[in-house]
C-alpha cells in the first residue's frame, strides 16, 4: 500500500520533465511534535504555527542560500508573535505567544491586522532580505500567494495543514524557460513546448492543486499524492532530504543578551533570586547562573567566546 512508502520528516523535490515547473512536498511528524514540546496551543494558534514552519521549508527549500528563513506574524492581536523558521539545511523550529485561546483560523483576526513578513539572514553574513507579505486572505497560503504574485520573484502556490500529529505543504513553482533548456539529463525527443503551453500547463496544475484535501496531504505517500493530482503528466520525484527539529540557542548567545541587561539589574536580580535562569522561548531549555557565572562573565575579561559552554 501507498502508506508504507511514506517517508517522515522529509522534504521531496519534484520535477514536471515536459514544464519548467517544479514542487516540493514536505511533512513534519516527530520534528512537529519536538516542536510543540511542553507547550500548550490552543488548536488555532498551534495549526497556524504548523502551517507557518511547513512553509518555512518549502519556501526554504525554494532558495539557495545560507542561513535561515523566518516568517514573522507580529500584531497586536490575540496571537500577538508568531515565528517559524528553517534553515537552508532544512532544521525548523517555531514559536507563538498568545494572550488568549481563539477558534479563528484567519491571519488578520488572530493578528489583530498584523504584519506578516519573510526574512532571509546569512549565516555569519550582515545580508539581509526582508519581504512584507500582505495579509490578502484569511490563511497563510493565500498570503504567500499574493505575495509572490506581487513581488518580482518565480510564480508559486503553496498549499499547507497542520493538525496536532504533523504539519504538512505542497509548492508548486513556475521556473524560467532557461531552467528546462539547462536540463537535467538527455535532451528530449519531444518538441519543447509553447509559451502558451507553459501558460496553460501552469495555470492546470495550480487548479488540480486545489483539489488536494488536507487529508490526502497529510496521510498519502508523496508518490500517491503526485500520481492523484498529476495523472497525465509525467513528474518525476527525487530522494527526499531530512527535516529535523534544532534550536540554534546557546549559552554564548544568552550571555551576550544578559550582558545587554546591565550589571546592575543583574546583580539585582542575583541578590532577590540567587540565581538568574533564562529560558529559550523556541525549545524551552532552560540557562542557569549562579553568582560566579555571572561576575565571570561581566568581568572586563572575559570576551565572548572565552565562556566555559554547559
Ligand atoms: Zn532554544
Known amino acids: 500500500m501507498s502508506l508504507a512508502m511514506r517517508d517522515p520528516?522529509?522534504?521531496?523535490?519534484?520535477?514536471?520533465?515536459?514544464?519548467?515547473?517544479?514542487?516540493?512536498?514536505?511533512?513534519?511528524?516527530?520534528?512537529?511534535?519536538?516542536?510543540?514540546?511542553?507547550?500548550?496551543?490552543?488548536?488555532?494558534?498551534?495549526?497556524?504555527?504548523?502551517?507557518?514552519v511547513a512553509a518555512s521549508a518549502l519556501l526554504a527549500a525554494t532558495l539557495k542560500f545560507d542561513g535561515t528563513l523566518s516568517l514573522q506574524l507580529q500584531g497586536q492581536g490575540p496571537l500577538y508573535l508568531l515565528v517559524a523558521q528553517c534553515t537552508n539545511d532544512l532544521a525548523v523550529r517555531g514559536v507563538a505567544r498568545y494572550r488568549e485561546a481563539v477558534d479563528s483560523r484567519d491571519l488578520s483576526v488572530l493578528s489583530g491586522k498584523g504584519q506578516l513578513s519573510v526574512t532571509v539572514e546569512g549565516q555569519d553574513l550582515p545580508q539581509r532580505y526582508q519581504g512584507v507579505v500582505p495579509l490578502a486572505g484569511p490563511r497563510l497560503a493565500e498570503?504567500?500567494?499574493?505575495?509572490?504574485?506581487?513581488?518580482e520573484q518565480l510564480?508559486?502556490?503553496?498549499?499547507?495543514?497542520?493538525?496536532?500529529?504533523?504539519?504538512?505543504?505542497?509548492?508548486?513553482?513556475?521556473?524560467?524557460?532557461?531552467?528546462?533548456?539547462?536540463?537535467?539529463?538527455?535532451?528530449?525527443?519531444?518538441?519543447?513546448?509553447?509559451?502558451?503551453?507553459?501558460?496553460?500547463?501552469?495555470?492546470?496544475?495550480?487548479?488540480?492543486?486545489?483539489?488536494?484535501?488536507?487529508e490526502e496531504l497529510a496521510t498519502l505517500s508523496e508518490r500517491t499524492i503526485l500520481r492523484r493530482l498529476f495523472p497525465e503528466d509525467d513528474v518525476r520525484l527525487f530522494e527526499p532530504a531530512p527535516v529535523f527539529f534544532r534550536c540554534r540557542c546557546s549559552r554564548e548567545r544568552v550571555i551576550n543578551m544578559l550582558r545587554a541587561l546591565g550589571s546592575d539589574d543583574l546583580r539585582a536580580l542575583l541578590a532577590e533570586r540567587g540565581k538568574v535562569e533564562v529560558r529559550c522561548d523556541f525549545c524551552n531549555r532552560a540557562y542557569e547562573f549562579d553568582a560566579v557565572d555571572v561576575e565571570h562573565f561581566l568581568s572586563p575579561q572575559a570576551t565572548s567566546g572565552s565562556e566555559r559552554r554547559h
Open 155 to 214: 510564480p508559486t502556490r503553496l498549499w499547507l495543514h497542520a493538525e496536532e500529529a504533523g504539519a504538512y505543504g505542497m509548492l508548486l513553482q513556475r521556473l524560467p524557460v532557461s531552467a528546462m533548456e539547462q536540463g537535467n539529463g538527455a535532451p528530449s525527443p519531444r518538441t519543447p513546448p509553447s509559451p502558451e503551453e507553459i501558460d496553460d500547463a501552469w495555470r492546470r496544475v495550480q487548479l488540480l492543486g486545489d483539489t488536494l484535501k488536507p
Open 9 to 52: 520528516d522529509s522534504l521531496h523535490r519534484f520535477l514536471f520533465e515536459r514544464y519548467p515547473i517544479r514542487g516540493h512536498l514536505v511533512r513534519l511528524d516527530a520534528s512537529w511534535r519536538a516542536l510543540l514540546e511542553r507547550r500548550d496551543y490552543p488548536p488555532a494558534i498551534r495549526d497556524t504555527l504548523g502551517e507557518a
Open 143 to 151: 498570503c504567500l500567494q499574493a505575495y509572490f504574485d506581487q513581488s
